[in-house]
C-alpha cells in the first residue's frame, strides 16, 4: 500500500515537471511566453484534464514561494535610497491605480445584478493583478529594470499591501463580523511590529550572519542561509497577516547594500525558477472546466468587460501621472488581468458569507482566464513596444579570457574609448550584447564577445577577476549602475572607470563609491563651446583660460552637489536672463531723505 502510494507520487512530480519541461519551451517556441505555456500544461494534467491531480490547491500553496524568491530577487536590486526615490510611485501612482479601478469594476459588477457589497469585493479581487504574470513577463522582456518595469513593480507592492486592509473589509461587512473579529487597530499594529522587527533583524543581523557563514567556505550552507532568509521573513509576515511576497522583498531590500547580494541572488536563482512554474501549472489545474462550460456565456462577458475597463481606467491613471501613450499602452495591457491575492480575498469573502458559492467559482474562473489572456496581449502590442530579436550567428561568447583591460559596451562611447588603450598596445577584451554591432565591428577588425555585462557569470568568463581595468561604456544608466556595482563588490582589484549618462547619473554613481566616472556629452560639449568661441573671433588663449574657468566652476558645483544633492551651487552657472542694473553708476552713496550730507560732500 505504501509503495503504491510512493508510486502515484512519484509519477505526480514526474508528470509536474514533464509538462512544465515540454509546454515552456514548446509555447516560447511559438512567441507565446512561458507562462501562457504552464497555464496550459495545468489545464492538461489537472482534474478537468488527464484527472494526474485532484486538489491543484495543495500545488498553489508550495509553488507561490515561486512569486516570493522573485520578489526578494526584485528587493535585491532595490536598494533603499532607489526605493525611496519610488515612494510617489508606490503611494501615489499604485494607491491612485487600486482606486480609480476599484471604483470602475464595482460599476461592472452591479451592472450585472451584484449587490454594491459583492460588486465591491469582487472588483477589489480584480483589481489586485497578478505579481506572478507581471513578474515573469518584465522578466522575458527584459524590462524589470527599466524605469518603467521599476514604475510596474511599484504599483505590485502597492497592490501587495492593499490586501491586508482588504480582508480586514471583509470581516467587517460579513454579516455578524463585526461582532466577533479582532480589532481592526490590532491588526495594524501587528502588522506594524512585524515590519519593524523585519527591518531591525535586514539591519543588524543578516550581514553579521552571513558574514559568519561566508568563513566556513561551505557553498551549500550559503544557499540553505539564503532559503532560510527568504522562506523566514515569508513567514513573519503571513503569520501578521501580511503577503508572504511582501516579507521577502523587505529582507532583499534590507540585504540590497549587502557584499553578498550577488551570491544570494545566483543561489535563490534556480528555485525561484522552478517555483514559479509550479505556480502557473497550478493555477491552470484550478481552471473548473465545467463553470466555464455552464455559464460560458457570462463568462466571456464578465472576462472581456472586467479586463477592458481595468485597461481603461490603468491608462487613465498612467497618462494622469504623465506616463507616455506607449508606456500607458503597455501597463494597461500587462495590468489588465486578476491575480493570485484575488483567490485569498475571494476565499475569505466566500467564508464569511459575502459570496455564495456560484460566485466564488464564476470570479475565480475569470480571474484565471484573465492571467491567461494577459501574454496574449502583451504579444498583441509588441508592434507598439517592438524588442528585436538577435541571431547568435557569427558571434562567440566570451570564455575564459584574460586580458589587462575589459571593455563592457563597445558603442559609439566604447569605440572611440577603446583606440587609447589599444594604440598604447594593451591587451583589451571587449563584450556586448548587441549581434549586429558584433558582426559589423568584426569588418573593421575588431573581435567583440557577445554577453550580458550585467551578469556575474559573463564578467567572470570575460575575465574581469584578472583585469587591471574595467570600463564601463554601455549607453543604458540601469545597466551601467548594476555593473558598477558588482565590479566594486567581486572585482575589487580592478581599476573601474565608467561612462555616466548625465549629471543625475554620474552623482548616483559617487554616492554608489565609483570613484571615475565621465559623463558622456561633458568633453565634447566643452570642446564645442570652445571652437565656438574662437569661431566668434575670441582669441585662442582667452577661449582656452575660459574654457578652463567652466571646468574649474563645474566641478566646484559637482562637489557642492555631492554633498548637497542635486542642485546645489546652481549659482556657479552662467545664465542667459539679464540681471537688473543701473543704467548710470551713482556718483555718490544713497542717503535718507532731509538727512544733512557728510562734511566732505558739501
Given at each position: ?410 558603442g559609439r562611447f566604447g569605440q572611440v574609448a577603446s583606440q587609447s588603450l589599444l594604440a598604447r598596445g594593451y591587451d583589451v577584451t571587449i563584450i556586448d550584447n548587441d549581434t549586429e554591432m558584433i558582426r559589423s565591428a568584426a569588418d573593421f577588425g575588431f573581435k567583440i564577445y557577445y554577453g550580458d555585462g550585467s551578469r556575474l557569470d559573463l564578467l567572470e568568463a570575460s575575465g574581469a577577476r584578472k583585469a587591471r581595468l574595467i570600463a564601463v561604456c554601455v549607453d543604458s544608466r540601469y545597466t551601467a549602475t548594476r555593473i558598477a556595482e558588482i565590479v566594486m563588490d567581486d572585482f575589487p582589484q580592478a581599476k573601474l572607470m565608467v561612462r555616466s549618462f548625465d549629471r543625475e547619473h554620474a552623482l548616483e554613481l559617487v554616492h554608489n563609491g565609483v570613484e571615475t566616472q565621465i559623463r558622456e556629452t561633458f568633453e565634447s560639449a566643452m570642446r564645442f563651446g570652445e571652437l565656438a568661441l574662437r569661431e566668434l573671433g575670441v582669441p585662442d588663449r582667452e577661449a582656452s583660460e575660459i574654457v578652463e574657468e567652466l571646468r574649474r566652476r563645474d566641478a566646484e558645483r559637482f562637489a557642492l552637489e555631492v554633498a548637497g544633492g542635486f542642485g546645489a551651487g546652481r549659482d556657479l552657472m552662467h ?28
Amino acid at each position: 500500500m505504501a509503495s503504491a502510494e510512493a508510486n502515484t507520487e512519484l509519477i505526480q512530480v514526474v508528470a509536474l515537471l514533464g509538462a512544465g519541461v515540454v509546454a515552456a519551451p514548446v509555447f516560447m517556441r511559438l512567441g507565446l511566453g512561458s507562462v501562457l505555456g504552464y497555464l496550459a500544461a495545468g489545464v492538461v494534467i489537472g482534474p478537468f484534464g488527464l484527472k494526474l491531480f485532484t486538489n491543484p490547491q495543495a500545488i498553489l500553496h508550495v509553488a507561490e514561494l515561486g512569486v516570493v524568491m522573485f520578489l526578494f530577487v526584485i528587493g535585491l536590486e532595490m536598494q533603499p535610497s532607489r526605493l525611496w526615490g519610488l515612494r510617489r510611485e508606490i503611494f501615489g501612482l499604485g494607491a491612485a491605480q487600486v482606486a480609480i479601478c476599484g471604483l470602475l469594476l464595482t460599476g461592472v459588477g452591479m451592472f450585472y445584478g451584484l449587490s454594491p457589497k459583492v460588486a465591491l469585493f469582487a472588483a477589489m479581487g480584480f483589481v489586485l493583478t497578478s505579481t506572478a504574470v507581471v513578474a515573469q513577463v518584465l522578466n522575458e522582456r527584459g524590462d524589470t529594470g527599466t524605469p518603467e518595469g521599476q514604475r510596474m513593480i511599484s504599483i505590485l507592492l502597492l497592490e501587495d499591501l492593499a490586501i491586508v486592509p482588504l480582508l480586514a473589509l471583509v470581516a467587517l461587512l460579513a454579516p455578524g463580523g463585526a461582532e466577533t473579529s479582532e480589532p481592526a487597530w490590532l491588526a495594524v499594529l501587528i502588522a506594524i511590529a512585524a515590519v519593524v522587527a523585519l527591518l531591525a533583524a535586514g539591519r543588524w543581523l543578516l550581514n553579521p550572519f552571513f558574514g559568519l557563514l561566508a568563513a566556513a567556505r561551505a557553498r551549500e550552507v550559503m544557499t540553505a542561509a539564503a532559503l532560510l532568509v527568504v522562506l523566514g521573513s515569508a513567514l513573519i509576515m503571513q503569520l501578521a497577516g501580511l503577503s508572504m511576497a511582501m516579507g521577502a522583498f523587505v529582507a532583499g531590500v534590507m540585504l540590497s547594500e549587502s557584499t553578498f547580494r550577488h551570491q544570494l541572488e545566483a543561489d535563490i536563482e534556480p528555485f525561484r525558477g522552478i517555483l514559479l512554474g509550479l505556480f502557473f501549472i497550478g493555477v491552470g489545474m484550478a481552471l473548473d472546466l465545467s463553470v466555464l462550460m455552464t455559464d460560458w456565456r457570462f463568462m466571456i462577458a464578465g472576462v472581456l468587460s472586467y479586463m477592458i475597463v481595468k485597461s481603461i481606467g490603468i491608462y487613465a491613471v498612467a497618462r494622469l501621472f504623465k506616463a507616455p501613450h506607449h508606456e500607458a499602452i503597455y501597463r494597461a495591457a500587462l495590468f489588465s488581468q486578476g491575480g493570485e491575492f484575488a483567490f485569498v480575498l475571494y476565499s475569505a469573502a466566500a467564508a464569511a458569507g459575502i459570496f455564495t458559492a456560484r460566485v466564488n467559482a464564476i470570479m475565480t474562473t475569470v480571474v484565471i482566464i484573465s492571467m491567461a489572456l494577459t501574454p496574449l496581449a502583451v504579444i498583441a502590442l509588441r508592434w507598439l513596444t517592438p524588442k528585436r530579436e538577435q541571431s547568435l550567428d557569427g558571434v562567440e561568447a566570451p570564455q575564459d579570457l584574460s586580458a589587462s583591460v575589459l571593455i563592457v559596451g563597445f558603442g559609439r562611447f566604447g569605440q572611440v574609448a577603446s583606440q587609447s588603450l589599444l594604440a598604447r598596445g594593451y591587451d583589451v577584451t571587449i563584450i556586448d550584447n548587441d549581434t549586429e554591432m558584433i558582426r559589423s565591428a568584426a569588418d573593421f577588425g575588431f573581435k567583440i564577445y557577445y554577453g550580458d555585462g550585467s551578469r556575474l557569470d559573463l564578467l567572470e568568463a570575460s575575465g574581469a577577476r584578472k583585469a587591471r581595468l574595467i570600463a564601463v561604456c554601455v549607453d543604458s544608466r540601469y545597466t551601467a549602475t548594476r555593473i558598477a556595482e558588482i565590479v566594486m563588490d567581486d572585482f575589487p582589484q580592478a581599476k573601474l572607470m565608467v561612462r555616466s549618462f548625465d549629471r543625475e547619473h554620474a552623482l548616483e554613481l559617487v554616492h554608489n563609491g565609483v570613484e571615475t566616472q565621465i559623463r558622456e556629452t561633458f568633453e565634447s560639449a566643452m570642446r564645442f563651446g570652445e571652437l565656438a568661441l574662437r569661431e566668434l573671433g575670441v582669441p585662442d588663449r582667452e577661449a582656452s583660460e575660459i574654457v578652463e574657468e567652466l571646468r574649474r566652476r563645474d566641478a566646484e558645483r559637482f562637489a557642492l552637489e555631492v554633498a548637497g544633492g542635486f542642485g546645489a551651487g546652481r549659482d556657479l552657472m552662467h545664465g542667459n536672463v539679464p540681471k537688473p542694473t543701473p543704467f548710470t553708476k551713482p556718483k555718490q552713496a544713497g542717503r535718507v531723505m532731509g538727512e544733512q550730507p557728510p562734511a566732505d560732500e558739501v
